[in-house]
């Protein structure tokens, strides 16, 4: 028989990139500790190998894991923080291509990009309802955040911006806390997370000698 060699838990690596890729971002379009509208370059470097690349190889790890939904979730948004970082690399042309064609040519287009990610998680967030209440609560204000970021950059109206990054704050906060639960056990800790599953509980009555579905 083939023996294969069990992999370790991918998920704790893949939540912390999100967390600190998107906790990074949030602060700045939150205006938080720089003004609104200064350049993004400080996540550069998290988008493309934190967020991206290490959320990236987190995915494909799931994949070994036999995980779909982890696998998708996580190779998804490791595409979305590598496509994100190509945008705002001045080097690629894609902001200044935008701003040259005037109009609300950059707004839309940035909104568009948005809009596409407001589905896809919105998606994420279905699939999450009978998994646990940390990924449920995380694809939440996750499809908020983008929701409202999407709206930001539409209308181009900042204070809509400005809470997107206060909303994204809160979803990085809680994809640390999953990674956190999932990380410290009782093998290495003195204390465990909770973290309480939303699976459906097969409840059995003993009433005829039969379970709830009658068999």
């Known amino acids: 028989?083939?023996?294969?060699?069990?992999?370790?838990?991918?998920?704790?690596?893949?939540?912390?990139s999100f967390a600190l890729t998107t906790f990074v971002l949030s602060l700045h379009?939150?205006?938080?500790?720089q003004?609104?509208?200064?350049?993004t370059s400080i996540v550069?470097?998290?988008?493309f190998f934190y967020g991206g690349l290490c959320q990236l190889l987190a995915g494909?790890?799931?994949?070994?894991?036999?995980n779909t939904f982890g696998a998708t979730a996580f190779s998804s948004y490791g595409g979305f923080w590598m496509s994100y970082a190509v945008i705002i690399t001045p080097g690629f042309?894609?902001?200044?291509?935008?701003?040259?064609?005037g109009g609300t040519a950059k707004a839309h287009g940035l909104g568009i990009f948005l809009l596409g990610w407001v589905i896809m998680t919105f998606i994420f967030f279905l699939a999450t309802l009978r998994s646990n209440l940390g990924l449920c609560l995380l694809f939440a204000f996750l499809d908020i955040t983008f929701i409202l970021l999407c709206a930001g950059d539409w209308t181009s109206t900042p204070k809509v911006t400005k809470a997107g990054g206060y909303m994204g704050l809160f979803t990085a906060l809680i994809a640390w806390y999953i990674a956190a639960s999932d990380l410290i056990t009782?093998?290495?800790?003195i204390f465990t997370l909770p973290?309480?599953?939303?699976?459906?509980?097969a409840v059995a009555h003993i009433e005829d000698g039969k379970t709830e579905d009658g068999n």
Do not use: I
């Not at 494909?60 to 036999?66: K, R, V």
């Open 186 to 189: 009782t093998d290495n800790s």
């Open 44 to 47: 550069l470097g998290l988008a």
């Open 35 to 39: 003004p609104f509208g200064t350049p």
């Open 29 to 33: 379009n939150g205006a938080m500790g």
């Open 93 to 101: 042309e894609v902001l200044p291509t935008l701003t040259e064609a």
């Open 1 to 16: 028989m083939t023996q294969f060699r069990k992999l370790a838990n991918p998920g704790p690596l893949g939540l912390s």
């Open 195 to 201: 973290n309480p599953s939303l699976a459906r509980r």
């Open 60 to 66: 494909m790890w799931e994949f070994a894991q036999n």
